[in-house]
């Protein structure tokens, strides 16, 4: 059974701060990443997906791939209240025409 | 148009009713997918369609019937529905796996409520 694991949260970050989120995946042979952000009552939203080792930035976003360590994270830079959401890793299915989504890490932004 | 869309956005239904939840998307794709999340859970596949033909069938209960009748379209149609059925029920499309484009982007959602 292919697993993605988050740490559930809630993960309280001051306005401003970096608000740093991690993801751990056991398929090791996949080779796509994503990051969804889903707001209360909404669909999930995809904000960044990383396909090579290193990072990706993209405004404040930006996400850390690590195949070796098989981990994935998400910073988020000069936190504000809107990016208070529940935040979805997600991995590709190295074997199947599917995403497998870790369980999700709320994050709150406290002014 | 890069946006994935979903009809009803709510729904209320009884047991023995019969209905359908619809999903478009316009941008090419021809991967399409159904999930069901529950609250405070992630999304849950159901369903995958690859070039119009159903690829996966994530062992889901006969009372949903998948169906796609072309590249923009995807429907799921639900039949003697139970209470614990009630969910949003989202829709996705991606690029077929061949690609190396492999996001999945979704639609808004339907909120499904069974009675």
């Known amino acids: 059974q292919k697993e993605v694991e988050q740490n559930s949260g809630p993960l309280s970050v001051p306005e401003g701060a970096i608000a740093s989120l991690n993801c751990t995946y056991s398929?090791?042979?996949?080779?796509?990443f994503f990051w969804y952000r889903q707001y209360s009552g909404k669909s999930p939203e995809l904000i960044m997906s990383?396909?090579?080792?290193g990072d990706k930035e993209d405004g404040r976003f930006t996400a850390q791939l690590n195949k070796a360590s098989q981990y994935v994270s998400l910073l988020i830079r000069d936190s504000q209240p809107s990016d208070s959401a529940t935040y979805l890793c997600?991995?590709?299915?190295?074997?199947?025409?599917?995403?497998?989504f870790g369980s999700g890490t709320r994050l709150s932004i406290r002014p | 148009d890069t946006e994935v869309t979903q009809t009803p956005k709510h729904l209320v239904m009884g047991m023995t009713n019969k209905k359908s939840l619809k999903c478009e998307q316009h941008?090419?794709?021809?991967?399409m997918y159904w999930y069901k999340q529950k609250a405070k859970k992630p999304p849950e596949l159901m369903f995958v369609?690859?070039?119009?033909?159903?690829?996966i069938n994530e062992s889901v209960p006969s009372r949903f019937s998948p169906e796609c009748p072309n590249s923009s379209l995807l429907n799921l149609h639900l039949h003697a529905l139970q209470p614990e059925d009630s969910a949003l029920y989202l829709c996705?499309?991606?690029?077929?796996?061949?690609?190396?484009?492999?996001?999945?982007?979704f639609g808004p959602g339907t909120r499904l409520t069974v009675l």
């Open positions: 996705a499309s991606s690029l077929p796996q061949q690609t190396d484009q492999k996001e999945q982007f």
């Open positions: 398929d090791r042979v996949s080779q796509s």
């Open positions: 990383i396909y090579s080792n």
């Open positions: 997600a991995v590709k299915d190295s074997s199947a025409s599917k995403i497998i």
């Open positions: 941008m090419g794709h021809r991967a």
């Open positions: 369609y690859s070039y119009e033909k159903l690829s």
